[in-house]
């Protein structure tokens, strides 16, 4: 059964730091996975897609990084902004177009 | 394309009663999932279609709940004889085969 853990439950930074969030899963057949982030009270923004055959991803200011064989992901957010305060979470998915299994999320919070 | 839509955005019912939520996916996507979550947690997958067929259940899904998307557009959740236990999001996304989840705000269900 595939589990994905997230570490660290929480993190805080000062503005300006660059940060590194981890997703590890126990089961390295997926297909992919995702990156979202959650804000308070609201539903899930896709940040980031990586297809199991890629090994990073890259949008603006961030990098999500894919080891499949040590079931391993990264999300890398440079010159953090008090804007991206919020839960991040990783999810992957085993099949094609079949359901996501989530970690239980990073909650950020930048400090101006 | 305005997103993923879900209806109500909150509701809060009497335990016993019976509630139903509607979610509108994006129009081109063919598959729509159901997911849970509880503070504090990751999304737990409930269940998923593609057009109108139902392809799979979670065992979180209780013969309580009931899921449709008779025409392969909208979807509905309906959980009969609410439970305590029931309190959560409930959250709706839709995505292609090989398309990442596009998630709505979530129906924040509270049991009285």
């Known amino acids: 059964k595939q589990e994905v853990t997230q570490i660290p439950a929480a993190l805080s930074v000062p503005e300006g730091e660059n940060l590194v969030l981890n997703c590890s899963f126990t089961d390295s057949a997926i297909y992919n996975l995702q990156w979202f982030r959650q804000d308070p009270g609201k539903g899930l923004t896709s940040l980031l897609l990586i297809q199991s055959s890629q090994r990073e991803q890259t949008s603006g200011r961030l990098n999500a990084s894919l080891d499949k064989s040590s079931g391993r992901s990264t999300l890398y957010i440079a010159a953090s902004q008090p804007g991206d305060s919020a839960t991040y979470l990783c999810a992957v998915r085993g099949n094609q177009g079949g359901k996501l299994i989530f970690g239980q999320g990073t909650e950020l919070s930048v400090k101006p | 394309d305005t997103g993923v839509s879900q209806d109500p955005r909150h509701k809060i019912t009497k335990r016993g009663q019976n509630v139903t939520f509607r979610c509108d996916p994006i129009?081109?996507?063919?598959?729509l999932y159901w997911y849970r979550q509880t503070l504090g947690q990751g999304p737990e997958f409930l269940t998923y279609f593609q057009n109108e067929a139902q392809l799979e259940k979670s065992r979180l899904l209780s013969d309580r709940f009931s899921a449709e998307r008779p025409k392969g557009s909208f979807s509905t959740l309906e959980i009969q004889r609410t439970e305590q236990g029931d309190s959560a999001m409930y959250l709706c996304?839709?995505?292609?085969?090989?398309?990442?989840?596009?998630f709505g705000d979530g129906t924040r269900l509270s049991i009285l």
């Open positions: 996304a839709s995505g292609g085969q090989e398309q990442p989840q596009h």
């Open positions: 129009s081109e996507h063919n598959r």
